[in-house]
C-alpha cells in the first residue's frame, strides 16, 4: 500500500555537548505540498534537516521515503535518495564560474580512453537551462563573486531543482532575495507542486507562509509542538505557538528625539563608476536612520565605503564636526563607527572559535595586562554581560559560535559592537533569517541604544521593518540618493517604492 506521505522523520534526537538539541521531534510531509517548518532561532529546525540531509548523525529517530525506511549518513547519500537542500548559509566557491558552483561534486566528463576531463560545454548549457527554469537570467560563465548575495541564493534554488529531486528542503530561501526574485521562486515552486514534489520550506516571513504553505509544523526548544493545516492558523496564532506567549507591538514606540548631527557625509562616490555616486547624508544622535531601496540600489556598496572596505573616489566625512579620513575599518573604528554585516557567515563570525572570541576580539585591546597579556577575567564579564542582555541560547561562551542557530550568531555580532561601545553603529539586514521573538529582542536592543545617545543606520529589505523602525529613511536607487523621507506621516510603503524605483 502506498504511503499517503512522500517523507517522514520519527522520533528524532539529536545532542550535542551541554545541550540537547533534538528531543523526539517528528515531521510527516505530503507529496505535492509545501510544508512550513517553523519556530524560533534555536527552535531545531536547521538542526533536525541537517539530520535528514546526512549533515548531523542523528542520536536516535528514523527516515522513511514514500513509506519505506531508510538511512542517509552524507549528504551525497541524501541526494541520491532525491533530498536536495537549500541553505540558509551560502557557501560558495566565489572564485569559480556559476556553472562551476552549480555542478561542484557532479561535474560531467569526457573520456579520452582513460583519461577524465570535465565536459566544460555541456555544463554551461546544462547550467543555462536550469537557471531558465528558475527565470534566472545570470551567466553561467560569469564568475560567482560578480553577483550580489541575492543572485548566489538563486543559483543555489536553481542547483537543489537541478537535482531533480522527490524532497527539496528550502532553509530560509527568500532572506536576501528582492520582491521579484521571490515571485519567481514561488512559481517554480508551484510548478514543483504540479510534479508531485514534496517541499519543506523554513522561513520567518509571516505572509510567505500564509501565502505558500499547505501545512505547518511548529517546533519549540528542540521539541515538537504540532502540525496543523496551514489556512487554520492566523499568524497570531503561529507567533504564540512559535514562542509559547502571545507577542504584540513588535516594533517598540518610536518615543525618542534625535539631537544634533553627528556625522555629515557630502558627495561620497565609489571607485566604480556603476557603485555609488555622490550620496550625501546626515545622522543625528539617538537616531535610527533607516536606508531603504531594491537590490542592487548600492545601499550596502555605500556602507561599506563609509566603513572603509571599499575604495571612495571623492566625497567628505565629517564626525563631531571634524573631517576624518576612513581608509579602512580600524580608521573607522577609530572614529567611533562599527558595522555589523549582511553576510553573518561569509565576513560577520569566526565560524571555527568560540562565543567568547567572537565577541572579546573587538575588545582584547582594551583588556591587557601589561600592555601583552589578555585580561581574561575582565573579558569574560563582558562576554558574560553580553550573553545575558541579549539571551543567547548557549551552554557556555565557550561554545563554538557554529553550533548556535543563525538568530544566536547575529545576537553575538550585535553583542561583539556593542563591547567595543560605537558611537555610530551600521547596521546593513540586522533581522535577516532571525525569527519573530528574536527580532523584538533586537529592535528593543536597537531603541535602547537610539535613548543612550547612539546613532544608528538600518539598512533593511524588510518594509515593514524599514517603516516601524526608522526616524528618518533615505532610499537609494540604482547608486544613487532618490529622497528622504521626514515625517511620520509619509512613512508609507508606497512612498518608499516611488523613490526606489527612480532609475
Known amino acids: 500500500m502506498a504511503s499517503e506521505y512522500k517523507l517522514e522523520l520519527r522520533g528524532v534526537s539529536k545532542s550535542f555537548p551541554g545541550v540537547k538539541a533534538l528531543d523526539n521531534v517528528q515531521l510527516a510531509v505530503k507529496p505535492g505540498t509545501v510544508h512550513a517548518l517553523m519556530g524560533e532561532n534555536g527552535a531545531g529546525k536547521s538542526t533536525l534537516m541537517k539530520c535528514l540531509f546526512g549533515i548531523y548523525k542523528m542520536d536516535a529517530g528514523e527516515i522513511y521515503i514514500d513509506g519505506e525506511k531508510t538511512t542517509i549518513d552524507n549528504p551525497d547519500e541524501a541526494m541520491k535518495k532525491g533530498i536536495a537542500m537549500v541553505h540558509q548559509e551560502l557557501q560558495p566557491v566565489l572564485a569559480r564560474s556559476v556553472g562551476e558552483n552549480m555542478f561542484l561534486g557532479r561535474f560531467p566528463v569526457k573520456k579520452f580512453g582513460p583519461i577524465q576531463v570535465i565536459d566544460h560545454k555541456t555544463m554551461y548549457e546544462e547550467t543555462g537551462k536550469w537557471l531558465k527554469e528558475v527565470n534566472m537570467d545570470f551567466d553561467p560563465k560569469a564568475q560567482l563573486d560578480t553577483l550580489s548575495i541575492g543572485q548566489m541564493q538563486s543559483v543555489e534554488i536553481a542547483k537543489a531543482v537541478s537535482h531533480d529531486a522527490k524532497v527539496i528542503i528550502f532553509d530560509e530561501p527568500t532572506s536576501s532575495l528582492s520582491d521579484s526574485e521571490v515571485e519567481a521562486l514561488f512559481k517554480i515552486m508551484e510548478g514543483l507542486r504540479e510534479k508531485g514534489v514534496a517541499m519543506i520550506y523554513i522561513s520567518h516571513k509571516m505572509d510567505e507562509i500564509k501565502r505558500i504553505a499547505d501545512d505547518v509544523t511548529i517546533m519549540r526548544d528542540g521539541t515538537y509542538i504540532g502540525t496543523w493545516p496551514a489556512k487554520d492558523l492566523t499568524i497570531d496564532e503561529i507567533i504564540a505557538k512559535m514562542v509559547g506567549r502571545e507577542l504584540t507591538n513588535i516594533y517598540p514606540v518610536k518615543d525618542r528625539t534625535p539631537g544634533e548631527v553627528v556625522m555629515e557625509v557630502k558627495g561620497l562616490s565609489s571607485i566604480h563608476e556603476k557603485s555609488f555616486q555622490d550620496v550625501s547624508f546626515t545622522l543625528r544622535k539617538g537616531e535610527i536612520l533607516g536606508f531603504g531601496g531594491l537590490v542592487g540600489a548600492q545601499r550596502t556598496e555605500l556602507m561599506e565605503g563609509l566603513f572603509g572596505i571599499r575604495n571612495l573616489s571623492a566625497g567628505e566625512i565629517t564626525i563631531h564636526g571634524k573631517n576624518v579620513k576612513i581608509k579602512s575599518p580600524k580608521d573607522a573604528m577609530n572614529a567611533g563607527i562599527g558595522m555589523i554585516t549582511e553576510d553573518r557567515r561569509g565576513n560577520g563570525i569566526f565560524g571555527c572559535l568560540s562565543i567568547k572570541d567572537n565577541v572579546g576580539v573587538s575588545v582584547y585591546n582594551k583588556y591587557l595586562m601589561a600592555g601583552f597579556v589578555l585580561d581574561h577575567g575582565k573579558i569574560n564579564k563582558v562576554v558574560d554581560d553580553s550573553i545575558e542582555k541579549l539571551s543567547i541560547k548557549t551552554p557556555s561562551m565557550q561554545e563554538h559560535i557554529s553550533n548556535l542557530s543563525g538568530g544566536n550568531q547575529q545576537k553575538v555580532i550585535v553583542s561583539r559592537w556593542l563591547a ?84
Open 420 to 503: 567595543n561601545d560605537p558611537d555610530i553603529l551600521i547596521m546593513d539586514e540586522p533581522t535577516r533569517g532571525i525569527d519573530v521573538g528574536a527580532k523584538h529582542e533586537i529592535y528593543e536592543i536597537m531603541t535602547d541604544l537610539a535613548k543612550q545617545g547612539k546613532a544608528i543606520i538600518m539598512i533593511s529589505s524588510e518594509m515593514a521593518e524599514l517603516l516601524g523602525m526608522s526616524d528618518r529613511i533615505y532610499v537609494m536607487c540604482n547608486g544613487k540618493l532618490r529622497g528622504e523621507i521626514t515625517e511620520e506621516s509619509d512613512m508609507t510603503q508606497e512612498k518608499v517604492m516611488s523613490y526606489a524605483t527612480q532609475f
